[in-house]
């Protein structure tokens, strides 16, 4: 009876020593497979390490060509016109007639004010003498001579108005396409045509006002015309004295040299405009940008962990942006594989 009951109790513990051998054994598997599975993988990502650098800053900006003068041809006087002296499209010089307007009535005004003009005068000099004769008071020759120079006047402004029938180039260009024939009765409200001074040319853009402090005349720009990709130069010339409210922008003008004819005014230009060298700038790819809500950000590599900063930009060149505040030299910049970061993110990181 001792010894079934001692393999009894033996064969229980040993039943219950089975099982708790299992519970420990499945309590461990447990904790290791939630461990591994705890255990963050490593991201894959690139970057750079920030150097200082010189940098010429240059902004580039969109503007236009603009004629250096520009005027449409009208006639102060209404009239047929006569005659028409220039040929479309040519180049014609300051002061040369363009055209002719009939004339012939105001000549008849002309030759009947200048008849009683000399009549007056006449009378004039015939009030004078008896004037210092005393045959005649000197209110009476005022009115004589007053008559004179009435007369006098109106003649002058009849020849006036004869001059204005010859309508002259006001400066030296070219002629555009003309809008009129002979015969045509002109009137002030008729655009003759256009006559455009190409050289030099007006190149007028805006920059922002954050520039405006860094500006000068006499600068040099560089431009390039839409549908070119050669290189054209001008010089800063004038700048507006305010800044426009509206848009927050400084307009600035340049004129630059036309002698080849390759440039047209209307035409879209982009214009490159050097500004102050920065000896020890930072500069970025533009890829490593993250635009946010209150500006932008970049990840940074720190203990092997990515890391989110703030940064204030300036310049954008074609593949960098110029940094002001948030990098220093030697951060490790994190530049591909970025948008599903989050700090704290493991990383490793391979340095282009």
Same mark, same amino acid.
Request: charged residues 25%; glycine residues 6%; hydrophobic residues 40%.
């Given at each position: 009876?001792k010894?079934?009951? &001692?393999?009894? $109790?033996?064969?229980?513990?040993?039943?219950?020593?089975?099982?708790?051998?299992r519970?420990?054994?499945? *309590? *461990? $598997?447990?904790?290791? #497979?939630?461990? !591994?599975?705890?255990?963050?993988?490593?991201?894959?990502?690139?970057?750079?390490?920030v150097? !200082?650098?010189?940098?010429?800053?240059?902004?580039?900006?969109?503007?236009?060509?603009? %004629?250096?003068?520009?005027?449409?041809?009208?006639?102060? +006087?209404?009239g &047929?016109v006569?005659k028409?002296?220039f040929?479309?499209?040519?180049?014609?010089? /300051?002061?040369?007639i363009?055209?002719?307007?009939?004339?012939?009535?105001?000549?008849?005004?002309?030759?009947q004010?200048?008849?009683?003009?000399?009549?007056?005068?006449?009378?004039?000099?015939? #009030? /004078?003498l008896?004037? !210092?004769?005393?045959?005649?008071?000197?209110?009476?020759y005022?009115?004589?001579?007053?008559?004179?120079?009435?007369?006098? *006047?109106?003649?002058?402004?009849?020849?006036?108005?004869?001059?204005?029938t010859? &309508?002259? %180039?006001p400066?030296?260009?070219? &002629?555009?396409?003309?809008?009129?024939?002979? @015969?045509?009765?002109?009137?002030p409200?008729?655009i003759?045509?256009?006559?455009?001074?190409?050289?030099?040319?007006?190149?007028?853009?805006?920059?922002p006002?954050?520039?405006?402090?860094?500006?000068?005349?006499?600068?040099?720009?560089?431009?390039? +015309?839409?549908?070119?990709?050669?290189?054209?130069? #001008? +010089?800063?010339y #004038?700048?507006?004295? *305010?800044?426009?409210?509206?848009?927050?922008?400084?307009?600035?003008? %340049?004129?630059?040299?036309?002698?080849?004819?390759?440039?047209?005014? @209307?035409t879209?230009?982009?214009?490159?405009?050097?500004?102050?060298?920065?000896?020890n700038?930072?500069?970025?790819? $533009?890829?490593?940008?993250?635009?946010?809500?209150?500006?932008?950000?970049?990840?940074?590599?720190? /203990?092997?962990?990515?890391k !989110?900063?703030?940064?204030?930009?300036? $310049?954008?060149?074609?593949?960098?942006?110029?940094?002001?505040?948030?990098?220093?030299?030697?951060?490790?910049?994190?530049?591909?594989?970025?948008?599903?970061l989050?700090?704290?993110?493991?990383?490793?990181?391979?340095?282009?």
């Open positions: 009876m010894v079934k009951t &001692i393999l009894f $109790t033996l064969l229980i513990l040993s039943f219950l020593g089975l099982i708790g051998y519970i420990l054994s499945n *309590s *461990s $598997t447990n904790n290791k #497979a939630k461990n !591994e599975n705890t255990k963050k993988p490593l991201s894959q990502v690139k970057g750079i390490i150097k !200082e650098e010189k940098f010429s800053n240059i902004i580039s900006v969109s503007g236009s060509i603009e %004629a250096n003068e520009q005027v449409e041809i009208r006639s102060e +006087v209404s &047929i006569e028409i002296s040929l479309e499209g040519t180049n014609v010089n /300051k002061g040369q363009l055209l002719k307007v009939n004339d012939s009535e105001l000549r008849a005004q002309l030759a004010a200048i008849t009683k003009q000399n009549l007056a005068r006449e009378n004039e000099r015939r #009030a /004078k008896l004037l !210092e004769k005393e045959a005649i008071s000197q209110e009476e005022d009115i004589a001579s007053a008559e004179y120079r009435s007369l006098q *006047s109106q003649t002058q402004l009849i020849q006036a108005q004869i001059a204005k010859s &309508i002259k %180039a400066f030296s260009g070219k &002629i555009g396409l003309r809008n009129i024939s002979p @015969g045509t009765y002109l009137t409200t008729t003759v045509t256009n006559l455009v001074n190409l050289n030099p040319l007006k190149i007028t853009f805006s920059i006002e954050k520039y405006s402090s860094e500006i000068k005349t006499n600068t040099e720009i560089i431009f390039t +015309v839409s549908g070119s990709t050669q290189n054209f130069k #001008a +010089v800063i #004038a700048i507006e004295p *305010s800044v426009d409210i509206n848009t927050r922008t400084l307009l600035v003008r %340049a004129k630059a040299e036309n002698n080849e004819g390759k440039l047209f005014p @209307g879209y230009t982009n214009v490159k405009l050097p500004l102050s060298e920065i000896e700038a930072i500069l970025i790819p $533009t890829e490593a940008i993250i635009p946010i809500q209150n500006g932008k950000k970049v990840f940074i590599s720190e /203990k092997g962990k990515a !989110e900063i703030l940064v204030e930009t300036d $310049t954008r060149t074609e593949k960098s942006i110029l940094i002001l505040n948030g990098l220093k030299a030697g951060d490790t910049l994190l530049t591909s594989g970025i948008m599903g989050k700090p704290e993110t493991p990383l490793n990181v391979t340095i282009q």
